[in-house]
């Protein structure tokens, strides 16, 4: 096997001209990569023409994010509209969670006794119809996110409650309720059919336009600029490190220069009224050794 880092960068370069996104070829080089550094191991190639190729960077979204207010607007005008998304949008700005994880969610995914939800699975769709359901997007990813004991619990309540009553008028039994938010034939709903709504909604509100992804970054700068500790912001998010979630969203936290200068100024100016002998001795002598 001869593969050399030149023709690697040349199917980059084929697969841009045939219409691939910059974030489809990094993911063919990572996929690539991993697949020739096992080619190393057994012994087929002395060494990983990836190495070489430079895959192109993906283009960065801009993120957008609704304030307070906004979300309020948001969240009020689903309500009066009858938005039947309405849970799952709370839902997705109470904590941050993925769209994927937002559908793949399961009733059996709630602790109603410690207020948590448990997130376990995301859903995949495939083209032209079908899903499965796959592990959370890493490790961090499956992770318990506690509910806030009043809005959000009532809000999640209502929904089953809902559910229970449109099940048993269809003739089944509730006992049957799987997914937290079916499609209604009871399978995953997809992300065209949300995005669909959720545009629909956004026209009605009156606010800026915005993606449904972009609510997950509303949740983190709620979180961060409301004083939320990063770590629990990226424990919340799903996220492997605190440092990502400071890498993607540091910039969103609030610029608190002034508070620290004020406070390192009362912490360590000397205190001319403080009497000699409330000093300790050793801070009056010299150090001897």
Not at 104 to 109: A, E, H, Q, Y
Not at 214 to 224: C, G, N, V
């Amino acid at each position: 096997m001869d593969i050399q880092p030149d023709r690697v960068q040349r199917f980059y370069h084929h697969l841009q001209k045939e219409g691939c996104s910059n974030h489809a070829v990094s993911v063919t080089h990572k996929t690539l990569r991993v697949a020739l550094n096992h080619a190393i191991k057994l012994g087929f190639i002395g060494r990983n023409p990836c190495s070489g190729a430079i895959p192109p960077k993906p283009k960065q979204m801009e993120m957008k994010f609704y304030d307070d207010r906004q979300v309020r607007i948001l969240l009020e005008k689903a309500l009066t509209i009858g938005d039947r998304f309405f849970p799952l949008y709370y839902l997705a700005i109470h904590t941050g969670m993925r769209q994927a994880e937002l559908i793949g969610l399961k009733w059996s995914d709630v602790d109603w006794k410690h207020r948590a939800i448990q997130v376990q699975r995301q859903v995949r769709h495939f083209k032209g119809g079908g899903y499965t359901f796959t592990k959370p997007k890493s490790k961090s990813g499956n992770r318990t996110i506690i509910l806030g004991k009043q809005q959000a619990l009532k809000t999640i309540r209502e929904h089953l409650e809902d559910q229970k009553r449109l099940i048993e008028h269809a003739g089944e039994s509730w006992e049957n309720l799987n997914l937290i938010f079916p499609s209604n034939v009871g399978t995953p709903i997809t992300a065209n059919n949300l995005r669909r709504n959720f545009r629909i909604l956004l026209e009605a509100s009156g606010l800026p336009k915005i993606r449904f992804h972009d609510l997950r970054h509303t949740a983190a700068s709620l979180m961060l600029n409301h004083g939320i500790p990063i770590l629990i912001a990226s424990r919340r998010l799903g996220h492997s490190k605190p440092s990502m979630t400071m890498d993607v969203y540091g910039h969103l936290m609030p610029n608190k220069q002034e508070e620290a200068a004020a406070l390192m100024d009362d912490l360590i100016s000397p205190n001319e009224d403080l009497p000699p002998e409330n000093l300790h001795p050793d801070c009056t002598q010299d150090e001897e050794n």
